[in-house]
């Protein structure tokens, strides 16, 4: 458990310093910052309504729809 505790600790660290994290902004915003970019551009940002997860935005193959993706910590 103690070693969970640490990898979650040094995930949130690098998700954080990250230059694809955005900090706190709304869905719709994180939609508007990845439309028309690459397949596989992203985005990562805190969850609006879960606190001490991060949503994980990803633009698709058709660069017309986002996926948003929820990661929550332990």
Not at 20 to 44: C, K, M, N, W
Not at 48 to 64: E, L, R
């Amino acid at each position: 458990r103690k070693c969970r505790r640490i990898l979650n600790i040094h995930c949130s660290l690098f998700i954080l310093y990250s230059s694809g994290f955005h900090g706190s902004i709304p869905s719709q915003t994180a939609e508007l910052r990845l439309f028309g970019r690459v397949e596989g551009d992203y985005l990562i940002r805190f969850a609006a309504q879960t606190p001490g997860a991060f949503s994980i935005a990803v633009m698709s193959h058709d660069h017309q729809k986002v996926s948003n993706f929820l990661h929550l910590f332990f």
